[in-house]
């Protein structure tokens, strides 16, 4: 029986897990659950899954009785290093995550992670850390799952990833076009069912970015070696060349429950009949297009950022869970989440070799700064 504690429960891959769960009750236990404010849904799942320990953050003084009489309220850094978690599925949104994701591994946890700002704001630390830790990390989201899958077995012999992308919402606008699209538009995510933040970094390709600088650390693969492409039918999760031309690629039906599946029982593949399966014929045509930079120009501005390595990549995701914010709430437009961010990052005062404070406070500093410049 794998014990899990589930960072994020009441968000939407937290909910997909869940009902992953449900599916493999022999297998999988809750231990702890942890949601920010969805009082009402995290109870609920409390009382259906009977977890151990719980969080919620929105509570002052963990006032469990209010949700709970059979659960004990704990701290999140209590329940990721729960002597009965064996895995933690971190499903929060944003750069909060990385504190939990870097306890969990210090703790000897697995993480499956689906909070990729952990990786693109401490990808470094991380690594290091996974070399002296007996923890690991099970990429839940479906491309760096798909990599995962396909270089299993292949001793390392990669040449070359190929992340594929939906394109979002707007792949078959014209930049002019984007000044004066709504937040409902955005939400509007042609292919997947995601929270609201990725789901508009998937819009402006953000999200994107944010994968290439994860596989980069995950898999270990230099920055040249990485391609992106337009796959708008998103049923080829990713692709990975290696050394003798040979390419694997992982398909399914987009649905986030397949990888989150994947990473809660690997390394067993057990059938699950709540899931669809690929039909070749009745999906037709899968098609590749190249990216189309005019039309994402955040993409481009993400992974100079990110290569320039210290706390760089930490205020880009700052500046970027800010500006999103701003849009949301209809502060500002859409196209100006890319001028925001990048006006913001002008004035970054990098540390070289951040630890997790200097990580932390690079990215309050970027949504400081984002929000000042958006009230000027
Ligand atoms: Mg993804």
Same mark, same amino acid.
């Given at each position: 029986?794998?014990?899990? *504690? ?84 971190? %499903?929060? /949104?944003? @750069? ?17 992670? %689906?909070?990729k ?22 990429? /839940? ?5 798909a ?10 012999? /990669? ?7 939906s ?28 929270g ?31 391609? &992106? ?5 998103s049923?080829i ?27 809660? #029982? ?12 690929? @039909?070749?014929v009745?999906?037709?045509? #899968? ?6 930079? @005019? ?15 210290g ?7 700052? *500046?970027?869970?800010? %500006? &999103? ?29 951040? @630890? ?5 406070? *690079? ?6 700064? /984002?929000?000042?410049? *958006?009230?000027?």
């Amino acid at each position: 029986m794998r014990g899990l *504690a589930i960072l994020g429960s009441t968000g939407s891959v937290g909910v997909q897990t869940l009902s992953v769960v449900r599916e493999f009750h022999d297998r999988l236990k809750v231990v702890g659950l942890a949601a920010k404010r969805s009082v009402g849904l995290l109870k609920e799942q409390i009382i259906e899954f009977r977890p151990k320990i719980f969080h919620c953050e929105s509570l002052p003084n963990y006032d469990g009785s209010k949700l709970s009489s059979s659960s004990i309220p704990c701290s999140m850094d209590e329940m990721v290093s729960h002597p009965d978690v064996d895995m933690v599925v971190s %499903a929060v /949104v944003g @750069d909060v995550g990385l504190r939990s994701t870097i306890l969990a591994i210090q703790s000897g946890k697995n993480v499956a992670l %689906a909070n990729k700002e952990s990786i693109v704001i401490g990808g470094q630390l991380v690594s290091e850390l996974l070399k002296t830790s007996d923890g690991e990390i099970l990429p /839940v989201d479906s491309e760096p799952n798909a990599i995962w899958q396909c270089m299993r077995g292949e001793d390392k012999k /990669v040449s070359k990833l190929i992340i594929t992308a939906s394109g979002g919402a707007f792949r078959n606008y014209k930049k002019s076009d984007l000044s004066d699209v709504t937040p409902e538009e955005a939400l509007k995510h042609p292919t997947w069912n995601m929270g609201p933040k990725i789901t508009i970094d998937s819009a402006t390709l953000m999200n994107k970015a944010f994968e290439v600088i994860e596989a980069h650390w995950l898999f270990g693969v230099p920055w040249e070696n990485i391609e &992106v492409v337009i796959h708008p039918q998103s049923m080829i999760h990713s692709m990975v060349e290696f050394v003798d031309g040979s390419v694997k690629a992982q398909i399914g039906p987009p649905d986030m429950r397949a990888p989150i599946q994947y990473s809660l #029982l690997y390394p067993d593949r057990i059938a699950n009949n709540s899931l669809d399966r690929f @039909d070749p014929v009745g999906t037709g045509c #899968l098609s590749f297009e190249e990216l189309n930079q @005019d039309l994402y120009p955040c993409f481009d501005l993400a992974l100079k950022i990110a290569k320039l390595g210290g706390t760089w990549p930490a205020a880009l995701s700052g *500046a970027d869970e800010m %500006a &999103v914010e701003l849009f949301l709430s209809r502060r500002i437009r859409f196209d100006e989440i890319y001028s925001i961010i990048d006006e913001a990052l002008k004035s970054h005062d990098p540390v070289l070799d951040p @630890d997790i404070e200097d990580i932390l406070s *690079a990215s309050n500093w970027a949504k400081n700064q /984002v929000k000042s410049l *958006a009230e000027v």
